[in-house]
């Protein structure tokens, strides 16, 4: 169990917040198919929730993952990318039943980017290339685009978030209610960091 607590471990949340530059009028559903690395060939794959595409286009659908394992595989989190599709599925049963999605676009991610961001957060419109011959706009329309934001953060210890709320009752000099620095956010950054120092 030991050496379980030893090992890195960070907190990664996507969201997919809009879309906008989406001429696709459908009965159907739009969502978005996010795909991360799991190491080992293998991928995660976390569907937003289902928007009419004659909606506002917005979702605002967030999904936090803690990622623990070897530096080596830390490492190789950070090195990968996420990939964004927009997909569209068909909400008419056929026959008793709803078929999969098609895919109409589709947008890559480093997680690299977003390490060297300020506060390891990136909040960026990515543009959904398409890979079929179905349209999603017209030729001289703009391409479809797709908000997203990726945090990286590193959890807070027990035992470190004991000595700071020790720290901060005995000096009271931040104002911060209940003892804990909400101020403080320098130290994630720290812990980050130094976790990142072994590689």
């Given at each position: 169990m030991d050496s379980f607590q030893q090992l890195p471990s960070l907190c990664c949340e996507i969201q997919t917040i809009r879309a906008k530059n989406i001429d696709f009028?459908?009965?159907g559903q739009l969502f978005v198919r996010s795909y991360i690395s799991a190491g080992n060939n293998s991928k995660i794959r976390i569907n937003s929730k289902e928007i009419s595409p004659n909606s506002d286009l917005i979702w605002n659908?967030?999904?936090s993952l803690d990622c623990s394992g070897s530096l080596d595989s830390v490492d190789k989190l950070m090195q990968g990318n996420v990939v964004f599709e927009l997909r569209w599925r068909n909400t008419?049963?056929?026959l008793g039943r709803i078929g999969g999605s098609q895919l109409l676009g589709r947008a890559e991610?480093?997680?690299k980017s977003v390490f060297e961001s300020p506060?390891?957060?990136l909040e960026k419109w990515v543009v959904m290339i398409s890979k079929s011959r179905r349209r999603v706009h017209d030729e001289g329309a703009k391409p479809p685009m797709v908000q997203i934001s990726m945090k990286i953060r590193a959890p807070v210890e027990p035992k470190t978030a004991e000595r700071r709320r020790t720290r901060t009752a005995k000096w009271n000099e931040c104002g911060?209610?209940?003892g804990v620095c909400e101020s403080?956010?320098?130290y994630d950054i720290f812990a980050i960091g130094a976790a990142l120092e072994g590689f």
């Open positions: 009028k459908s009965t659908d967030s999904t008419v049963s056929i991610v480093p997680w506060n390891m957060e911060c209610e209940d403080c956010a320098d």
